[in-house]
């Protein structure tokens, strides 16, 4: 059994379908990359699976449990994470304190808690050391992990990522890919929206392309990253144009 099917669902504002039978899968401890042009569905489909938005037919089954019709807050509790796009950190709040917000389902297991924000100091040392710093005085990349450790801090099974990448200086951005793949080396699986298509499927295990609200194309990310058709709309060109690009994925301080 995967760790989260998406079956038919078809998603609306108002009487603008955004979704159009979108179907797809992910395992345990794995990272999925949904790509696509503006438009195409990504946040809905992360917005749905989080319960932020209403889905009007299909199912989202989560840990063998149908989760279509659950309260977001229930969805969380179950094992879901979800960093929005624009990262919507509590710039008033000090850094501690926004981490201390995403435990806030386990705020009467005092010593889990703790347990928790000790485990994010490590995970994340650069904001360890900007503990009492207000959030919003952070750098761009400290505030995507920052929005990053709020959302662990509910110890998801699933992390949803939106667009993490996105106003991030290309350095910044490696820094950022790099602690998502620590975390999922930790056991959490990631679906992950990423402009930077190029770098989503170097990190990737799997990826499906979402065209219209719907899933146009689907493989393991290592052949869709040799696909024509994705070189050509999402990695701007061929492989022999894309080779001096090619970059590892390296550790950098936030900025």
Known sequence: MSLLEVSDLHTFYGETQALR??????????????????????????????????????????????????AAHRVVALGIGHVPEGRRIFPGLTVEENISLGGYLMRRRR??????RREMRELFPHLAERRGQLAGTLSGGEQQMLAIARALMCKPTLLALDEPSMGLAPMVTRTVLRAIARIRDHGTAILMVEQNARQALRLADRAYVLEGGRITLEGKASELAEDPRVQAAYLGGSPADQKAGNTELVTQPGS
């Open 21 to 70: 039978g979108v179907s797809f899968r992910v395992e345990p401890g794995e990272i999925v990359a949904l790509l696509g042009s503006n438009g195409a569905g990504k946040t809905t489909t992360l917005r749905t699976i989080s319960r932020l938005e209403k889905a009007r037919q299909g199912s989202v089954v989560f840990k063998g449990q149908d989760i279509t019709g659950m």
């Open 111 to 116: 010593a889990a808690l703790e347990d928790q």
